[in-house]
């Protein structure tokens, strides 16, 4: 299935860019955060199905993920009610797009007002004004990114009329991920963008950190945001793996979908993505075979896949967690090439390593899981430690313990995140 029509079917789209959760903290342009629970976000569709009739469940399960920014569409005709349930109860905050195939303006500044800013963490512009759904509409016939550019401008000078762009920044419209030339079509409308919006999505199934051309992270920076405005902040508003399985396409199994999205956050906050949003919170749809249906943390009966587990469990175990200075007292002394990691200090000041490897954990052509085997992971910890502690996101909360010998403790590490700590 073609991730195309899948993400047609958000034009309009919506959820998040400055840091208020409880308590308000405000991230202002153009750094990124160095909180990682701040940079994770998820596409919802409040109003639609199966979060309008199941939303006392998508509160729950979001309010345990640990998730607090949403990304969804502006309709006049939202439950407001609900946007600030979400907010007062959860913390959470909204990346809001906008569209002149649903709102006026005028209606989004109403929309704005009723809702109130202090729960809106950014304005994006149009979602994707280059597919077939939004060609198709009447108001597009003069070209389509005459109208995207021209709305962006109008919303742009509405919102700095009344917000400053550290207390409400725009983010750029999208394009498709697979159209990189129409990116020079929306180029006059970056004078009136704050931070770029991408949909950094791999293309073949591919692990989060490949190098491969429509896929990579790099690759969607250099042909995606500069050269729409080059060197600007960027958001990824926009990614995520699709559960449909059939040799040779671009969806892997929840296994595989496990393993990857935690990599991903933690690599694209590694590369200075101000925020990921993953496509979607809910499954769409029960169709097996319409790959429209699965892109969620959650099946469509609201049953969580092991990927909303790994995801919570991640957030949990970084919560308040900040990137670390130079010279973290927690570092990876092994030199494989496959390695990642992040060096972070939670809260109280204490030192937390992230550590991953970039393997490929599916076989896109078999349509099958990778079995990883487990190699040793060398830390060299400074100071005096007996232990360190590590968790597996992908298996549950439980911490472990090693024990360290020389200042240095080996730590087995396959295709899953392992996030480690000095023992308490």
Request: glycine share 6%; hydrophobic share 40%.
């Amino acid at each position: 299935m073609s991730s195309l029509s899948r993400r047609a079917i958000l034009m309009g789209g919506a959820a998040s860019m400055m840091l208020r959760s409880r308590p308000l903290a405000a991230l202002p342009l153009p750094g990124p955060s160095d909180t990682f629970t701040d940079s994770v976000g998820v596409n919802v569709h409040i109003s639609s199905e199966p979060y309008a009739s199941h939303f006392d469940r998508f509160h729950e399960l979001l309010a345990a993920s640990g998730i607090r920014h949403l990304r969804d569409e502006l309709r006049p005709g939202n439950d407001l009610d609900r946007w600030r349930a979400l907010n007062e109860r959860s913390g959470v905050l909204f990346n809001v797009v906008v569209s002149p195939a649903t709102n006026t303006v005028l209606e989004m500044m109403t929309y704005l007002a009723a809702l109130g800013i202090e729960r809106v963490s950014a304005i994006e512009g149009q979602n994707e004004g280059n597919s077939d759904w939004f060609l198709s509409l009447p108001l597009a016939k003069p070209g389509w990114s005459n109208v995207v550019v021209n709305y962006q401008r109008e919303v742009h000078a509405a919102l700095r009329a009344r917000y400053a762009a550290a207390e409400l920044p725009l983010l750029s419209p999208s394009v498709i991920n697979w159209k990189p030339a129409d990116v020079a079509l929306l180029r006059p409308a970056a004078q009136f963008s704050d931070a770029v919006a991408i949909h950094s999505y791999v293309q073949k199934a591919q692990e989060p950190e490949t190098t491969n051309d429509y896929a990579a992270v790099s690759w969607y920076l250099h042909n995606m945001r500069d050269a729409f405005k080059p060197g600007a902040p960027a958001l990824a508003t926009e990614c995520g793996y699709c559960n449909v399985v059939k040799p040779g396409t671009s969806g892997v199994s929840e296994t595989a979908a496990a393993l990857y999205l935690p990599r991903l956050l933690l690599n694209n906050f590694r590369l200075g993505i101000l925020r990921t949003f993953l496509y979607e919170f809910f499954d769409g749809g029960t169709d097996p075979n319409d790959g429209e249906h699965h892109w969620g943390l959650v099946r469509n009966d609201g049953s969580p896949k092991p990927g909303y587990h790994a995801i919570r469990n991640l957030l949990s175990a970084l919560k308040g967690a900040r990137r670390a200075n130079n010279d973290p007292p927690l570092r990876v002394a092994s030199t494989a090439p496959d390695l990642r990691h992040i060096a972070f200090q939670d809260a109280q000041g204490q030192p937390l390593l992230a550590v991953w490897r970039a393997v490929r954990c599916w076989n896109v052509e078999k349509a099958e899981d990778i079995p990883v085997p487990t190699e040793p992971i060398d830390i060299a910890v400074d100071g005096p430690a007996a232990s360190l502690s590590f968790n597996r996101p992908n298996d549950d909360a439980e911490w472990r313990r090693v024990p360290v010998t020389d200042g240095h403790a080996t730590i087995p590490l396959d295709g899953r995140v392992a996030i480690i700590r000095r023992s308490s």
